[in-house]
């Protein structure tokens, strides 16, 4: 029985590490991949890089995710107590030994200068290299941790819903969100997830909002919240949302006077890069289903959605406000904050 183990970060996984696990699983009868998590190291290696840290635990389900069906079993392993690579070979061994749950074999990795710790603190485990020149897939966790868009195709497709931007188009009624969010969906390529508010009050109360009662209110936010996280797993860098459960919490209070009790657990700013709040200046289209379309009260409900979102704990900097009357402009601010969201200061490359 040849069992082998395959270490490391992961921090992201990405096709290279996919292709090599994938390669050393052909080569075994049973593989154990080991994630090795020191978080003050991988905190400080994600700072460096300007990303938001990634736990052991994520990066252990992201594995899983990929792997899922070949019978590789996914061990985390906590080196937080133990001296950084390189300084800890003997605890590492040591808590690796403890970990696998049999005797192993091989140890695999794309390292040759892995090769002398190897030997020495796993004796008679012979160390195997898979593609040291990274031919097949030139990457590494630090490049996509350092520029996630610019090396996308690379990223795991579990991983991708965490770096993917997640943008909001926001507003009162009849601003234009609906259609800006699928024309920002198609500029990009990508998926968004539409208001389904609509949807249900159609099929549910026969499109008549008198009929809402707060349950409602706690079903359509919990739905949304679902349907936005289907689209997210299909995002391509960016994803695009057309509402978001404040502007549940709004209506909620418009339309019965009180807050249904479960809105509040699916309002979360850290959820959104960007906030596009849509002024009503362009016309109002009445459809059978809108409420508000005395200008002074569009106006009124900008504010008090605009104060939600402070309420609520959004920051004044994750808001964009677009005020202008013309649709170009509108679409051409929207793109240009995409853009600077992905790219940065440098741009395109
Ligand atoms: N504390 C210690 O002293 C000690 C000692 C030894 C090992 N360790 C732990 O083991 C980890 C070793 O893993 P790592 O940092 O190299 O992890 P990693 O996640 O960067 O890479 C995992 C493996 O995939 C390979 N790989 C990466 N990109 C590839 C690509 N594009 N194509 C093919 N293969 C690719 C790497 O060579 C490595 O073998 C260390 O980070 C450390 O946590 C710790």
Known sequence: MKVGVFPGKFLPPHRGHLTAILRAHAMCDRLYVVLSEHQTEDKLLCEQAGCSYIPGVLRQRWLAQELVGLGIQIILLDESAIPAFPHGWAQYAALLTAAVPEPVSVIFGGEESYRQGHSQYFPGIDYQLIDPQRTQWPISGTAIRQQPYLHWDYIAGAARPFFARKVLISGPESCGKTTLTRKLAKV??????????????????????????????????????EQDQKALRSANKVCFFDTDAVVTAFFSEQMLGVLASRIESFIDPSQYDLVILLKPTVPWVADGMRELGDPAIRQQAFEQLLALYLKYGFKPEQLLVVESPDYLERLDA??????????GEQGKP
């Open 334 to 343: 929207c793109i240009a904050a995409v853009e600077q969201l992905l790219y």
């Open 188 to 225: 990009y390529c990508t998926s968004w997830s539409e208001e389904l508010g609509r949807d249900y009050q159609e099929q549910v109360v026969a499109g008549n909002g008198d009929l809402f009662n707060l349950e409602d209110f706690n079903r359509i936010a919990h739905l949304q919240y």
